[in-house]
């Protein structure tokens, strides 16, 4: 496939930044053949694109029709960037939250978090003061409602998400993560600013690192989404925090990806290493960590021949 013109100079920008690294650090095995160094500068390029929509997006005069989930326009994202612009700091950290939890289906769109924040059209909204004020209420009212909220038809969790249950109660359901989030948030604050003070004291990638690890207390929120959740905050411009390196500890596809940079088809390397070695990449050639932890995970899909990947 031939390059994109758009994307030209951000090409050979990268090639010369991989090159003067390489020239210090020694080659990469996974990209010497010269059609895999080409996927893979393309994959870079595709994650730095995700990454500019949401500039695209703060940029954009928003209808409040998006904040609206009865509305066919409803979006998640752009209901946050309302919000906020409103003064609603709290609304908006939490439709982030959905947004992550549920993510958006490739034919159903965003049918659950519609269908869940705006309790089915019947009235109200699971928005952030009445989540915050009874979980167990929510969590009977996803219970009761089960078999509406699964009828026939497009539904279901984004592919990250894939894995994910609507239950109630079971420890392995959207009930006991929204539970486990709500716990998290307001353990000792009294909403998500006083939650991040602390984070946002300690400057954004040490603050990034406190935040993911304090996390683990979220049900279902394991390595992926506790990235994308602070990611997410951080490209809407509600929290001031940034990875201080890629996380492939626990990770599969990122971690094959970089082991395939690294070492080349045999690679074994351990996880912590990975990210050491791939730390020394992003500080030589200026690709922030989360870019470089998408690219590598969609590269090792397909290394020799570009495939574009929408998420």
């Known amino acids: ?16 930044a991989i090159a003067q690294f390489e020239a210090v650090e020694g080659a990469l095995p996974g990209i010497v053949d010269a059609g895999a160094r080409r996927v893979f500068i393309e994959q870079i390029i595709d994650s730095e694109q995700r990454v500019t929509y949401f500039d695209l997006l703060r940029s954009r005069q928003l209808d409040w029709s998006s904040a609206d989930p009865d509305d ?18 709290d609304e908006a950290v939490w439709l982030t939250y959905l947004f992550v939890h549920f993510g958006r289906h490739r034919v159903a769109g965003w049918r659950y978090v519609k269908d869940v924040y705006g309790r089915l059209g019947q009235g109200g909204r699971w928005d952030w003061p009445a989540i915050a004020a009874d979980t167990t209420l ?9 078999d509406e909220l699964q009828r026939p038809g497009s539904r279901g969790f984004s592919n990250h998400r894939k894995y994910e249950s609507l239950n109630a109660w079971e420890r ?6 929204v539970s486990s989030y709500v716990d998290w948030v307001l353990d000792g604050h009294s909403g998500h600013a006083e939650r991040f003070a602390e984070a946002i004291a300690l400057g954004p990638k040490p603050g990034f690192d406190h935040l993911y690890k304090s996390m683990t207390a979220v049900a279902r929120f394991g390595r992926i989404a506790k990235f994308d959740y602070l990611n997410t905050l951080r490209k809407l411009d509600l929290l001031d925090v940034r990875p201080p390196h890629t996380y492939l500890v626990g990770a599969t596809g990122p971690l094959y990806g970089a082991r395939l940079l690294l070492e080349g088809g045999q690679g074994s390397m351990r996880g912590r290493d990975a990210q050491d070695r791939l730390e020394v990449f992003t500080a030589s050639t200026g690709v922030e960590s989360d870019v ?9 899909k397909c290394p020799t021949s570009y495939v574009r990947f929408s998420g």
């Open 292 to 300: 470089l932890e998408d690219a590598v995970c969609n590269w090792q």
């Open 138 to 146: 929510f969590r009977y009212w996803m219970h009761d409602n089960l």
């Open 1 to 16: 496939m031939s390059l994109r013109p758009a994307y030209a100079q951000r090409f050979d920008a990268l090639s010369r």
């Open 72 to 89: 066919d326009g409803f979006d998640p994202l752009k209901a946050a960037l309302l919000h906020h612009g409103a003064g609603n700091y």
């Open 172 to 177: 392995t359901g959207t009930g006991e993560a």
